[in-house]
């Protein structure tokens, strides 16, 4: 807002009463104050991954040299050697396996939680949201003993057992979104000619996109990180980034190893979320 | 052939709802007319809207679109464009691609649908905003594209549902005025509810009064103020002089004497209360013909002055005066034109008299 100042009164002069009793000072504290947490929380994520970087590109590094004293590629050969494409393929598609499942299932159970309360909604509340209250351990083994009799086969019991572990989120996810939904668009759609299925297209999907993308984040996480599941009822037959990891880190000397894999498990999530939060930045409504 | 749209008997109930939304509502609109449905919050006026456009189910009754019956036929394909309160500019799409949207879903190639979307946006004094977010527009030009959407759709019947009750007074004449220049341009037929007497008197030719779900009149706006069938109606609309008395012989007889009543009208022997809207009693100084009245009260409302006189043991408002500084205690003369008296039977059952707002001879 433009401010006309009375004659024979500068600019700089208010500038420095107000410095002088302190009513900008907070203000600019304030500012440092948040620039240097964000630059603390950035050192506390980035740090971990430079000794990360740095095993993966050493050759040799012992101790106490502080960098390696031979750079090259040996690691990386050795972790492709052990199965680190097989195991990111494996993950790759467990991820998207369970994201694809229980991303549609979770919009499901929102919306019907959103949209059609009833007075068991809390029940089923409760048990969409049990597996996360479970013990993962104590459920996993009673749920491979009823996988194994009922003769499923091992990669589908997995991807079964993530999506059931990965509801839980994507059902918040999506309730969060359709509780700020507004039903007007849909009837606005609606009488203007949408059919349901154009009206889901055009105005519901781009309008719940964003929530969808996180929901679906989420549950790739779970399908892409897990380890007991993929160990107890895969029994082998699904190799993962995750066994990969533990496998070499419970050797010794592996240290380059377990940084390469470690760097794999990294990536796609890491991408995923910078491509989330790109997009996510756009300016509602100005595409052209 | 358009026959316009038919409303019968229309009744539709909430569950917990302490009355009908709407019971057995009637009502017909001409092709080309626009009608506004005015009542109190909760009358059922949204209901009746929502309705129409099939966005609810009734319980019972019926609404014809040019004789068909929509009963079976789905909301998108009623050819009815409803413009609610809020103007829920999808938030993804750009100005443009809003008014283009009923288009595209047509699947007009998006060039055409865009440049079909600017006429509408220019017609609604919109042009050149078309690459725009939504989000950056202010209320009024929401509106305005929510309008030009509405439009571009082509219905039969355009609906607003409150469309400017959010907006500032001086936008909502604006609003007003667009509405009219949209009429002139496009002559659509448009239902629209609100809640407001002077909104609905500027945009509509026709107004049908609303209460609980009950249609009480639909005529003409000057019918409506003028010849109000019913006390409720007459309060409704703002009528606060009524005056009981009795029928004879086309006049009305009281406390404020004999009163010819309109002779355009047949007036029913017997028990009648006389009604005069405040703006139409004329107020003259003392040393003019009329009937003798003393001021009791005057209240400034903006550039006009409501004034309460005693006449004859009755007390009156009224608005204009030739007085130059009237004042409290004043004597004045008071005349009513035959043109501007209605009569209409006397107080009605308890029940219905609860409703009525606003008091009367008592005016807020």
Redesign the interface.
Known sequence: MAVTLPPGLPREALRKDAARNGLTRSRAAGRILRTATAAALAVWFVLPLVPLGLWVFADRWSYPAPLPQHWGLENVDSALSRGAATGFAGSLALGLAVSALATPLGVLAARSLAFHPSRWSALFSALLFAPLALPAFVTVFGLNVLLVRLQVPSSAGVVLVLTAYALPYTTYVMRLAFGAH?L??E?????????RG?VFL??QL??I?PALARAAFLAFLVGWSDYLVTVLIGGGSLVTVPLLVASAAAGTGNDGIVAVLSLIALAPPLALLLFAGMTGRR?????? | MRQGLVVQGLSKSFKGAPHPALEEFSLSLAPGSCTAVLGPSGSGKSTLLRTVAGLEIPDRGSVLLDGQDLATVRPERRGMAMVFQRPLLFPHLNVLDNVAFAARIRGVPRRRARADAESFLELVQMQGTGRRAVTGLSGGQQQRVAIARGLAARPAVLLLDEPFSALDPELRSAMHELLSHVREQLNPMVLMVTHDRDEASAVADQLALISEGTLLQHSSVEAMYTRPVSLQVSRLMGGTNEVPGTIRGGVHYSALGAHALPADHPWAEGPATLLIRPERIIVLEDHNPGLPAVITRIRARGPRRLMTVEAAGVTLNAEETTCPHPAPGDTVRLQLPTSALAAVAPQPTAETSALISPTPKVPA
């Open positions: 507004d007007g668009f009837e606005e759609a609606c009488t203007l000619g949408a059919t154009q055009r105005v781009p309008l996109a300016r509602p409504g100005a595409r052209p």
